[in-house]
């Protein structure tokens, strides 16, 4: 019976997975906000891993085993799959961060960045290590070695998206407007609760087997869940995104203000100081320093707070 359902259960959690995306990119074209694209590149690299890493190790182990092969050697090649995808979750999730930072308003901390990238690399190089000496004692069998991914893997998905809801919480506490506020607390505690049900079925996949496909559903297709409400909250605040979209990107249009400009004079707008907004978009000082004398320049202001009352507007 389970076997009969998998197909289904496949080409519906990738339909959701690819309705997600397609959502996604409607919105981004629409609203043009940063945290809509990096939302919609986190799914993209989500999607990526999912198809190489679990449908790909699905994939391989049935055909596997219509060979006359031992079980451990199976499970020694079905564990070795994800091990070549692990790059694109790590990218993933760090764009996931990203995501929930943007949405937050909360700027992504350079050292945070650093740490992150130093464990998820040591750890991409353990799982390397431990690929090689698989079998090669009781204590690292393929089936051991299986369970240990699951567990490393839920578990490093509950920690990112317990960052989020905690980000998100205390993000939604500082704000004033209502609608803002809900939306935050409502999308920390979806991105939680879908890693806490997907943690628990991975954790059964293997010893109930529809507990692995409730997993593919929820990998592949939970995500349409915050898309939905995101979708739901801009398009009731339509009318003044677009309208202070359409008033910004005039003002832009008029003083010859580029890309890479207009990300520093959202910074200045926000309060950031030189150093801040270095950090944030991973460029020197003196970088920093150099655009905001070209816009004061363009604009023909004197200072920061002749710069935040032009680039400031409002949807009232």
Not at 124 to 137: A, D, K, P, W
Not at 196 to 210: D, I, Y
Request: proline share 2%; aromatic share 14%; net charge positive.
């Amino acid at each position: 019976m389970i076997r009969l359902l998998l197909p289904l259960v496949i080409v519906i959690s990738i339909s959701c997975g690819s309705y997600t995306l397609i959502l996604l990119g409607r919105l981004r074209k629409v609203y043009r906000l940063d945290y809509l694209n990096s939302f919609f590149y986190y799914e993209f690299l989500h999607l990526v891993f999912g198809f190489y890493g679990i449908l790909g190790g699905l994939a391989i182990k049935e055909i596997l085993l219509k060979f006359d092969l031992q079980s451990t050697q199976i499970e020694s090649i079905v564990n070795s799959i994800p091990f070549f995808g692990i790059p694109f979750l790590i990218a993933c999730w760090f764009i996931f961060i990203k995501t929930v930072n943007e949405i937050s308003g909360v700027r992504l901390n350079r050292l945070l960045t650093i740490i992150y990238f130093v464990i998820t690399s040591s750890s991409f190089l353990v799982y390397g290590f431990i690929l090689r000496t698989t079998g090669e004692e009781e204590s690292l069998s393929p089936d051991k070695l299986s369970r240990l991914i699951r567990i490393v893997f839920y578990s490093a998905d509950l920690l990112l998206k317990t960052y989020a809801l905690v980000v998100l919480t205390a993000s939604a506490i500082r704000k004033a407007n209502i609608a803002q506020k809900s939306l935050l607390i409502r999308l920390g505690i979806i991105f939680f609760s879908i890693s806490l049900m997907s943690s628990a079925a991975l954790h059964f996949a293997n010893t109930w087997q529809p507990a692995g496909l409730y997993f593919l559903l929820l990998f592949f297709g939970a995500n349409l869940a915050p898309v939905f409400l995101l979708k739901s909250y801009l398009q009731l605040n339509q009318s003044g995104l677009n309208k202070i979209t359409n008033q910004l990107e005039n003002l832009y249009q008029k003083y010859g203000i580029s890309r890479r400009e207009r990300e520093i004079i959202a910074e200045i707008c926000n309060g950031y100081t030189n150093q801040q907004i270095a950090d944030k978009l991973f460029i020197s000082l003196q970088t920093v320093k150099d655009h905001i004398h070209n816009i004061f320049r363009k604009v023909n202001v004197s200072n920061r707070v002749q710069l935040t009352q032009i680039f400031t507007v409002t949807g009232a």
